[in-house]
Every structure is written in C-alpha cells, then in structure tokens.
C-alpha cells in the first residue's frame, strides 16, 4: 500500500460542506483504525522536527478513535482531536483513559474541519491522517487548517493512493473491489488516490512549492496475518 505525506510550512470564511464518508463507522471499520500509531502513521511528522522540544501545539483533524491521537500526548504540550462523529469521538475518551489517563494536555472535541473552532494561529502543527481523501473539498480544509496554525508552524498529511496499490497475484477479485471502491468515492464526492493530488491542493490552498516537503512510504502485507488484517 501506497502511502503519500506532505508537510506545508505556514507563513475565510468557509460554510460547511456535506462530505460522505464512505467507510463509515461500522465497529470493524473503527476497531481496524484503532489500529493506527505515531509510529506507524506519523513519523514523517516526528522527522520532521516540528515536535522537537515537546511543547507543540498540536490539532489532529478526524482523528477517528484516537489511537494516534494519545500517542502525541507525551510529545507535544497540548493535543486537540476533532472529528465529525461524536460516537467514534467517545472512543477516541475511552481509548485516552486507556493509554494516557494522566494526561492532562490531551482533549477531543467535535468539529468541522471546514470550520474549525479556534482563533488564527492557535497551533503549531495541524495533522490530518487519511482525511483529506474523503472530502469533497480538501483545498478548503488545507486552507482551514492552514488559518490556524502559527505563521512557521506546519500542517502535517497524509493520504492513501489507491490507484498505485499493487497485489500479487493480481486477482480479478482485488481488481474488482477496487474499482467499485474507487467508483464509490468518486460517486461521494471524494478522491480516492489523495495522495497523488496533496502537492497541488496544499498549493491551491496557500502554499508555496518550496513550503511543501513531500515524502511516501509503502506498507507491505507480507505475512498470512498481515493480509488477513487488512481484509
């Protein structure tokens, strides 16, 4: 699996966008993201050295169940999860009472990345994980986040590519999933290989070509458990 990250160094008004989230939130789609790390999902962001010296200000945008969110607690200086369901948010409290529960620089609260609920320059960092991919506006979001964070601070994403996906042997089964998958998104109004388009969006929201540092990195499923995992 194909993955894409960029980071913008920062230097509207927005209404609200009705945004399908074709995954939904079945409990096998929440436990599979409850999956998710620092480690295994923001590490271009931890090399970077935006978090160096622990006193970031950090938004994580549809932070989902949180399982990557707690895992900022202890780097940064304070850690805001937002997302758009206030029932995968619940998880998200249970899981920081889980790992974290002395942590006291860690909250989750519901919101609109379209209309984030903060004064301009509130973070040093806003990370958004496999999130602009199901909006049928990144550009605006990019550009909401970008609002927010501190001029030198940066924003932080990263998106799948599933078009650049590869499966051995190449079943016409996979081929079929994906093609319905894709079709889907693009149905819903999202864009399914994200990955490939966050250059260009993060420019059209504001960033400069030499603000933006782009990096990818591949998850292989190598072993049987590997592959059963991922379905």
Not at 54 to 71: M, Q, Y
Not at 108 to 114: G, I, L, N, T
Not at 130 to 141: C, G, I, M
Not at 147 to 160: E, K, L, N, Q, S
């Given at each position: 699996m194909t993955w894409?990250?960029?980071?913008?160094?920062?230097?509207?008004?927005?209404?609200?966008?009705a945004d399908v989230y074709t995954h939904g939130h079945h409990r096998s789609v929440v436990e599979q993201h409850a999956k998710r790390t620092v480690e295994s999902c923001a590490a271009f962001l931890t090399a970077s050295g935006a978090l160096a010296g622990?006193?970031?200000?950090?938004?994580?945008?549809?932070?989902?169940?949180?399982?990557?969110?707690?895992?900022f607690a202890p780097l940064c200086g304070l850690v805001v999860g937002i997302d758009a369901s206030e029932a995968v948010l619940e998880t998200a409290r249970e899981?920081?009472?889980?790992?974290?529960?002395?942590?006291?620089?860690?909250?989750?609260?519901?919101?609109?990345?379209?209309?984030?609920?903060?004064?301009?320059?509130?973070?040093?960092?806003?990370y958004a994980h496999?999130?602009?991919?199901?909006?049928?506006?990144?550009?605006?979001?990019?550009r909401?986040?970008?609002?927010?964070?501190?001029?030198?601070?940066?924003?932080?994403?990263?998106?799948?590519?599933?078009?650049?996906?590869?499966?051995?042997?190449?079943?016409?089964?996979?081929?079929?999933?994906?093609?319905?998958y894709r079709a889907t998104c693009v149905r819903n109004g999202a864009q399914p290989d994200a990955g490939r388009y966050?250059?260009?969006?993060?420019?059209?929201?504001?960033?400069?070509?030499?603000?933006?540092?782009?990096s990818m990195a591949v998850t292989p499923y190598l072993t049987t458990e590997q592959v059963a995992d991922w379905g």
């Open positions: 894409r990250g960029a980071i913008g160094r920062a230097s509207t008004t927005l209404r609200a966008r622990g006193t970031a200000r950090l938004l994580d945008v549809g932070c989902g169940p949180g399982s990557i969110t707690v895992g899981t920081a009472l889980q790992k974290v529960p002395d942590a006291n620089n860690l909250s989750f609260q519901k919101a609109s990345v379209y209309e984030l609920p903060f004064e301009d320059d509130s973070f040093d960092v806003a496999q999130v602009l991919q199901h909006l049928a506006d990144p550009v605006a979001a990019a909401e986040m970008k609002r927010v964070v501190r001029p030198g601070g940066c924003i932080a994403v990263r998106d799948a590519d599933y078009s650049s996906m590869l499966t051995y042997p190449d079943l016409p089964t996979i081929q079929e999933w994906r093609r319905i966050l250059l260009p969006w993060l420019m059209e929201a504001g960033f400069t070509r030499d603000q933006v540092q782009l």
